[in-house]
């Protein structure tokens, strides 16, 4: 079972940037497509990007598109989610998940098949 532990959550003001980080231990994720998740008080948890095993593939939501970057370092098992031009609607938990598949051709809709972490705060202020 593939432990998962995000970090480099915070408080920013809007226009800032925060990167993100999950560290997986306990076993190699370097074979499993990577997600990141969020969710906002009230609201249910939703996509935010996936990359695929070897990083050549990755796919954002429509909301972060252009401002998110994905990525990861498979010698540290470890995937990052770079986030600029931060806005105050991006505050939410922001969750890793392993071994996650496309549901959908276009990459807009995603299952998660392994483990989530545990989650980071992020709050972007007005």
């Known amino acids: 079972q593939v432990q998962l532990v995000e970090s480099g959550g915070g408080l920013v003001q809007a226009g800032g940037s925060l990167r993100l980080s999950c560290a997986a231990s306990?076993?190699?994720?370097?074979?499993?497509?990577m997600g990141w998740f969020r969710q906002a008080p009230g609201k249910e948890r939703e996509f935010v990007a996936a990359?695929?095993?070897?990083?050549?593939?990755?796919y954002y939501a429509d909301s972060v598109k252009g401002r998110f970057t994905i990525s990861r370092d498979n010698a540290k098992n470890t995937v990052y989610l770079q986030m600029n031009s931060l806005k105050p609607e991006d505050t939410a938990v922001y969750y890793c998940?392993?071994?996650?598949?496309?549901?959908?051709?276009?990459?807009?809709?995603?299952?998660?098949?392994?483990?989530w972490g545990q989650g980071t705060q992020v709050t972007v202020s007005s």
């Open positions: 998940a392993a071994d996650v598949a496309a549901k959908s051709p276009d990459g807009s809709s995603w299952t998660v098949r392994g483990s």
């Open positions: 990359i695929n095993w070897s990083g050549a593939g990755t």
């Open positions: 306990g076993r190699t994720v370097s074979s499993y497509g």
